[in-house]
């Protein structure tokens, strides 16, 4: 299985570069890192199960309502691409399961 995220800003447009990201399973980290220039982070392999993705949105946005985004799915099959983008501003944020 791959796993990537796009951390989109909704405010300027443009990717959110820089955000801090951790893929977690089980209760443990098995991936982080920050998004690129384009708000990419791509090339995870978790595995098959339950995730968390947790995004570290306060450090990047000045202001907040949500500090932290944590979205949890199931990867039910293991030999399929799961790409998990985030629409994001300081009061409201969106996510679907993209391609």
Same mark, same amino acid.
């Given at each position: 299985m791959s796993f990537s995220t796009h951390v989109l800003d909704a405010v300027t447009g443009r990717p959110a570069?820089?955000? /801090? #990201?951790?893929?977690? /399973?089980?209760?443990?980290v098995v991936a982080e890192g920050r998004t690129d220039a384009?708000?990419?982070?791509?090339?995870?392999n978790p595995g098959a199960g339950v995730h968390r993705v947790v995004f570290d949105t306060g450090s990047y946005l000045t202001? %907040? +309502?949500?500090?932290? #985004? #944590?979205? %949890? +799915? %199931? #990867?039910?099959d293991p030999a399929?691409? /799961?790409h998990v983008p985030l629409l994001l501003s300081p009061f409201a944020y969106s996510t679907y399961r993209g391609s």
């Open positions: 570069a820089g955000v /801090h #990201v951790r893929l977690e /399973h089980e209760g443990q384009d708000g990419r982070i791509k090339g995870w202001e %907040t +309502f949500y500090p932290e #985004v #944590v979205i %949890t +799915f %199931t #990867v039910r399929e691409h /799961h």
